[in-house]
């Protein structure tokens, strides 16, 4: 097949659909990357980055992994955040420090190395070529567990070491309380 021949898909057909659903994802995510890096106040500093975690399990989703992606929520947004959102609450409150800014050359510093990064990410993509590979499996649960059980025993046992230090984490967290 020649690829000069290949339509690209139409808006409104599920291809084009499932490509409107994926940059929504890339958004959200980065959207809620955003709000975690800019807020002041620390919790809606976490909320943005539950935002950001829920977008990447989105994207991973996408990428034919739905057990991941429901990892993803449960080990980062259920454990990990929490951990953080019970840290924050039982935190003793701080005085607000009046930090100025460090150089004038920062902002614009910072700017331009930024749309750097963007516009030579942004050629890149453009220039790649970007095959659609064929699925590789079906993604079905008898898969996942025969190879968390097989190939991935070991990323299998890490991932429940992360969440049993989440829930220790936790744990100690709440029965010091904020006087201590």
């Known amino acids: 097949m ?6 690209s898909p139409a808006f409104f057909s599920v291809d084009g659909l499932v490509g409107v659903v994926f940059l929504i994802m890339v958004a959200i995510t980065i959207v809620g990357g955003l ?3 800019n807020s002041e106040r620390l919790v809606r500093s976490v909320a943005g980055l539950v935002v950001c975690f829920i977008g990447v399990a989105g994207l991973y989703f996408f990428l034919n992994s739905p057990f991941v992606a429901m990892m993803q929520i449960l080990i980062y947004v259920g454990a990990v955040a ?3 959102s019970f840290a924050i609450m039982l935190a003793a409150p701080e005085e607000k420090k009046k930090i100025g800014p460090s150089s004038i050359l920062a902002g614009p510093l910072g700017f331009a190395t930024a749309a750097l990064l963007a516009g030579g990410f942004a050629v890149l993509a453009l ?3 970007w095959p659609i590979l064929k699925k590789l ?3 079905s649960m008898k898969n996942i567990g025969l190879q968390l059980l097989t190939d991935y025993s070991m990323v ?3 991932v429940s070491i992360v969440l049993l230090v989440a829930i220790l984490g ?3 967290i709440a029965r010091q309380g904020r006087e201590n």
């Open 35 to 37: 709000i975690a890096c």
């Open 127 to 129: 220039r790649t070529e």
């Open 170 to 172: 936790a744990l100690v």
């Open 137 to 139: 499996n079906d993604g």
């Open 156 to 158: 299998f046992e890490l």
């Open 82 to 84: 929490v951990t953080i």
């Open 2 to 7: 020649n690829p000069s021949t290949l339509a």
